[in-house]
């Protein structure tokens, strides 16, 4: 079970760029890293996956590094409605893998200021 | 796409009885769809993995007797807490996945026991 540790939390200011990394040490070969961003009292948003290397959709980037054992999540130029908790899930829920995805961390509360 | 939705949004109801939750897929077939309780200020916790016509797997310490799943659908699982308890109050969120290695979230459901 690949166990994820982020930072509690983080602060910064509307405009900035922001990365937040995961660690997971133990990730399995068929694991797959994903992100997701969960405002109170709403279901967790997903924001991004990957595999290795770098993934870039609409609104982050995810780099991960030949190794796999951690990730770093990239918010260009956040705003204050970027503030939320941020969950990095580590596993493979496709079929056969079970729930060993599922396990989510205690997330990093991300602060923006103005 | 990959829209879930949730239904009610939020239920009180008085110890004692038993309150139904509905998860539904709505633009994709969830062959898998799992179960997650958030209590204030914590992370996720999975109950419980449903295959659709499968009986659900619980997670270790989660009482299957209490939650009722029922998976009888390609886009719909049902979450029934039975005999709830005001200890039973939280944030239930589902997730249904199509197979591959995403799960899309609810919007979650309010309980409140009283």
């Known amino acids: 079970l690949a166990k994820t540790t982020q930072p509690i939390s983080m602060d910064s200011y509307e405009g900035q760029e922001v990365n937040i990394t995961c660690s997971h040490n133990?990730?399995?070969?068929?694991?797959?890293i994903t992100w997701y961003q969960q405002f109170p009292s709403q279901g967790p948003r997903f924001i991004i996956q990957?595999?290795?290397t770098k993934v870039t959709n609409e609104v982050a980037s995810l780099f991960i590094p030949a190794d796999r054992k951690s990730s770093t999540l990239s918010l260009p130029r956040v705003s204050l409605s970027d503030t939320a908790v941020y969950y990095c899930?580590?596993?493979?829920?496709?079929?056969?893998?079970?729930?060993?995805?599922?396990?989510f961390g205690k997330g990093t509360h991300l602060i923006i200021q103005p | 796409g990959a829209v879930v939705s949730q239904h009610p949004s939020w239920v009180i109801c008085k110890s004692g009885t038993s309150v139904k939750i509905e998860c539904r897929s709505l633009?994709?077939?969830?062959?898998?769809m799992f179960w997650y309780r958030q209590f204030p200020k914590q992370s996720l916790m999975l109950m419980a993995t449903?295959?659709?016509?499968?009986?659900?797997?619980?997670e270790q310490g989660v009482e299957k007797d209490k939650f009722l799943i029922n998976h009888a659908s390609l886009t719909l699982s049902t979450l029934t807490v039975t005999s709830a308890h005001p200890e039973d109050s939280s944030f239930y969120i589902c997730?249904?996945?199509?197979?591959?290695?995403?799960?899309?979230f609810g919007p979650g459901t309010r309980l409140t026991v009283t």
């Open positions: 997730s249904a996945s199509s197979g591959g290695s995403e799960q899309y």
């Open positions: 133990n990730i399995a070969t068929n694991d797959y």
């Open positions: 990957g595999y290795k």
């Open positions: 899930l580590v596993g493979d829920i496709s079929a056969g893998g079970g729930a060993d995805g599922l396990t």
């Open positions: 633009d994709f077939q969830a062959t898998t």
């Open positions: 449903s295959n659709e016509g499968s009986k659900a797997t619980y």
